[in-house]
């Protein structure tokens, strides 16, 4: 059932973001300078640290989604995908874009301002308040997690490539959403 859940989820978002994450890590992992970074990323190829960096991020997602589901946890089936795509928007709004000529994203980061951000985090509070018997703690704790994972890839972003690109913010769709499953997995065994 995880399995499927995960499958349709890549489904539904054409494995957009999944492609992100293949771009990412190849980038980063065969790329030394920026330059070859972002040529890298660019390229519709998928090299070796991109598939197995989207192999182990599905087999943890769906590990973590396994152990929700055994738990009959069925509400962060709708918390974390939430969570992810406005952390995707936080992500958007505070960093610049790193190709100076355009992209596919180019112009998605440079026109996002705090205003997009103030609305995307309204629609979220909304329909998570709006869930009877929500679960408050899973969504701290996730919420906490996924804007931990979101720092960690605009500061290696700023550092490597001055800034982010729309496979950056694919990278911080699947690995926030990942971090914040394995999250409520360990703070549902806490409780």
């Known amino acids: 059932a995880s399995a499927m859940v995960i499958a349709f989820q890549a489904y539904l978002t054409r494995a957009f973001h999944l492609d992100g994450l293949a771009d990412m890590a190849d980038g980063f992992g065969g790329g030394w300078e920026r330059e070859q970074i972002l040529r890298i990323m660019k390229d519709s190829h998928v090299g070796a640290f991109g598939v197995i960096t989207v192999v182990l991020t599905l087999i943890v997602k769906i590990a973590a989604l396994e152990a929700l589901l055994d ?81 960690l890839i605009a500061w290696r972003s700023r550092v490597r490539i001055g800034g982010i690109t729309g496979d950056l913010l694919g990278a911080t769709a699947e690995l926030s959403e990942t971090a914040m499953y394995i999250c409520i997995v360990f703070v549902s065994h806490l409780q």
């Open 71 to 151: 738990a009959q946890l069925l509400l962060p089936l709708l918390i974390v995908p939430i969570l992810s795509r406005t952390i995707v928007v936080l992500q958007t709004v505070a960093n610049p874009y790193a190709r100076p000529e355009g992209g596919t994203a180019g112009e998605l980061v440079t026109g996002a301002r705090w205003y997009h951000a103030m609305v995307a985090i309204g629609w979220s509070a909304l329909i998570l308040v709006l869930v009877p018997g929500m679960p408050w703690l899973f969504v701290l704790w996730s919420a906490l997690s996924g804007i931990m994972v979101a720092i």
